[in-house]
């Protein structure tokens, strides 16, 4: 044991000398000189104390006695330096310096190896290091960072530990021989406080601090496992056969025992972030299962209410026509209803390019460059100290933002915590998009039921209506009514009624029946001019008027010619009786270009047939009117079949235009402000990127754009 003592100090000497060297090579901070003396000193002192052992002379323990003043002398300003306070006195330095004199002459006097002269450096030595730990403590517990707390309370444990076991140590001097521990346990402070020092906010504290107290904590039980089985049960004879049965039995214990070693340890320093963890699970695994987005917003609310990390939290989702974000669920604090993405598009260009942002960090830093996100911030309310996390879609950017507070301390979570929160995002993506896809099987399921339906009332309805409406025909032309006008009335009401039911009967036999009809490369401003042309024959009162504003030359398109006139005319009939017959239509035309495969709203059976290049090149046709606007909630709801506001409307209008032309590959797009009226955008693919085959086994109905 004397022969392994001094060996194990020397090495850790030359640690601490090398962590002293690496400190300083990354700054030159007064924080970094205090601790390269601080841990330069500890590598002399195990220096000097191995070659007290090998050469047995008087010198070296001399030296070592100097070394072992000095050493509070560095740690009381290196830890005060760790936790700055402002407004604070450095009582115990002056108290340490003060002190040390003395002790510093007694341990060079030729008294050094009295009783009286070791119990004094003794006390001073760990009386002072005690102090200074204390000292670290309570700096640490009076900071609002709940980060700077755990770092400060990682390091005392570690550091009370070292000097613990280093006051074993100097049971040497009374002729007790103990394993070097604290020499050990002294270089795992030195390089934890190392990283400490180096890094501001300790990003991987939590990792580091982890896997090293178990892989201590694994190695002394593997060291015990052997001493056991080696020293105490066996001798030198069976030495081989007792190792390797110690090692079968740490290879037996030995992932079970590193399981519930990190668990506790876990648990004991790092109560929250363990928590949080656990929250966080328990928080992904109930996502995994929703498919619905007012579920999630539901389940994600209460587990961030149940993990009690988060005071306030809220969910915005992207609108269709990407104006914004309207917020779907939140507690806590009151927030806003929604996130404009003008006055919020700095925070949204970060959040482009990074995953998340602390907005609490940001307005600390007050850098120049960070001011316009610090004002959308502002604007942000309860949130403007949270963690922002952006919800990205697939091919789509950000589709959700996610915000996160915890107004009880400043920087409420570490690097490490807001990574945390990170995987809750992703998750919320995944959910976005499984409910888009579970839409899209519903819409099928319910087309492919109407599709049944259609079957059956084309000859359960159709027949018996014509029967009725030609028997209505055929008395209106004898005139077996002449006579009698309640009669001829009542024969009207018969034959209006029966072109209605008609026409309701018809156009649910084409939204569920849905037919592309003959595709050809199409002019669309020709057929714009054409139906205009038709409709402004229809007006006659010339209450509407009709403009063009036409895009000269605009590629061609591949679509029906009679479908596109359908969809138009619907359109702009649409528009006239919006403005109830006074007002103005603009329909215009323009060239647009795309991300390679999207069209926004397009459904994705249309975008996997069209073929995909870097930039898709669309065409656009736009009817504009003047009338009073569409109201959100039935913007919301306008493309869902026999949703109508209209008393004698059958609801299937726009559906049957949207269906017509998401044949083509393409999709209408719809922007609405109450009292500024509404523009109906058909957005199609050039010629060059039109489907060759356009017909789909089931037309999707998207959402509109708000």
């Known amino acids: 044991m004397q022969d392994l003592r001094p060996k194990t100090i020397l090495f850790c000497a030359v640690l601490a000398l090398a962590i002293a060297l690496s400190v300083l090579l990354r700054g030159r901070r007064s924080v970094h000189w205090l601790f390269a003396a601080f841990a330069t000193d500890i590598a002399l002192w195990y220096g000097s104390q191995s070659l007290a052992g090998f050469f047995r002379a008087d010198l070296w323990e001399r030296v070592t006695g100097v070394l072992t003043v000095l050493l509070p002398q560095f740690a009381i300003p290196l830890f005060q330096n760790i936790v700055p306070l402002s407004g604070s006195t450095p009582r115990l330095a002056r108290f340490a310096a003060i002190v040390g004199v003395p002790v510093l002459a007694v341990s060079v006097s030729p008294y050094h190896e009295r009783p009286f002269a070791l119990g004094a450096v003794y006390t001073y030595f760990f009386g002072l290091l005690a102090a200074a730990l204390v000292a670290l403590a309570r700096r640490g517990q009076s900071s609002p960072s709940r980060a700077v707390r755990d770092r400060v309370r990682f390091l005392v444990a570690v550091g009370a530990a070292a000097t613990t076991f280093s006051l074993a140590d100097f049971l040497s001097y009374l002729g007790v021989h103990l394993p070097p521990i604290g020499a050990v346990l002294a270089i795992v402070f030195l390089f934890v406080l190392a990283e400490s020092v180096t ?45 390797v049965l110690a090692a079968i039995v740490f290879l037996v214990l030995f992932e079970p025992l590193q399981t519930e070693v990190e668990r506790r340890i876990h648990q004991f320093f790092f109560r929250e972030r363990y928590d949080l963890e656990t929250s966080v699970a328990e928080l992904r695994n109930r996502l995994a299962h929703v498919l619905e987005i007012e579920e999630m917003s539901e389940t994600l609310m209460q587990g961030l209410d149940r993990s009690h990390r988060v005071t306030t939290a809220a969910l915005y989702m992207r609108d269709q026509d990407g104006d914004g974000f309207d917020l779907v669920g939140s507690f806590g604090a009151a927030v806003p209803k929604r996130v404009a993405s003008l006055g919020s598009r700095p925070l949204l260009d970060r959040l482009e390019k990074q995953a998340s942002l602390s907005l609490e960090e940001v307005a600390r830093e007050a850098n120049n460059s ?112 002449a006579d009698d006008p309640a009669a001829r009335e009542f024969v009207g009401i018969i034959l209006e009624e029966a072109n209605r039911l008609d026409r309701v009967v018809g156009s649910f036999l084409d939204y569920a029946r849905p037919h592309a009809g003959n595709p050809i490369p199409l002019d669309l401003n020709a057929a714009v001019r054409r139906t205009v042309q038709i409709l402004s024959s229809q007006i006659t009162d010339g209450a509407v008027d009709v403009q063009q504003d036409l895009t000269e030359p605009l590629p061609h398109t591949r679509m029906d010619p009679e479908k596109f006139r359908q969809v138009l005319m619907n359109l702009m009939q649409n528009a006239i009786q919006a403005m109830d017959g006074r007002g103005k239509i603009t329909v215009s035309t323009a060239v647009r270009r795309a991300a390679r495969g999207r069209i926004a709203g397009a459904d994705a059976a249309s975008i996997a047939r069209r073929s995909l290049v870097d930039e898709t090149e669309l065409v656009e046709v736009s009817v504009r009117d003047t009338g009073p606007g569409i109201a959100p909630k039935v913007l919301r709801n306008l493309f869902i079949p026999f949703f109508t506001t209209k008393a004698q409307g059958t609801g299937l209008g726009l559906a049957i235009s949207q269906a017509i032309v998401q044949n083509a590959g393409g999709t209408i797009e719809v922007h609405s402000q109450p009292g500024d009226g509404t523009t109906f955008t058909i957005v199609l693919p050039a010629a060059g990127d039109a489907l060759a085959s356009p017909i789909p086994d089931a037309p999707l109905v998207p959402a509109p754009s708000v």
Request: with cysteine.
């Open 199 to 243: 890094r501001a906010r300790l990003a991987d504290i939590y990792e580091l601090a982890g896997r090293l107290l178990v892989s201590t904590a694994l190695a002394f039980c593997l060291a015990a496992i052997f001493y056991l089985f080696v020293m105490v049960i066996g001798g030198f004879e069976t030495m081989y056969l007792n190792a």
């Open 370 to 481: 960070d001011a316009a996100v610090q004002a959308a911030a502002e604007a942000l309310g309860a949130l403007k100290d949270s963690v922002a996390l952006a919800v990205r879609g697939e091919q789509e950017g950000v589709v959700a933002l996610l915000f996160a507070a915890d107004d009880r301390v400043r920087e409420a979570f570490a690097p490490e915590e807001v990574a945390l929160l990170e995987t809750i995002a992703a998750q919320i993506g995944v959910v976005v998009a499984n409910s888009r896809v579970y839409s899209r099987m519903k819409e099928r399921d319910r087309l492919a039921a109407l599709g049944s339906m259609a079957a059956g009332l084309a000859h359960e309805v159709k027949n018996p209506l014509g029967a009725i409406k030609g028997a209505a025909q055929l008395l209106e032309e004898v005139g077996a009514a």
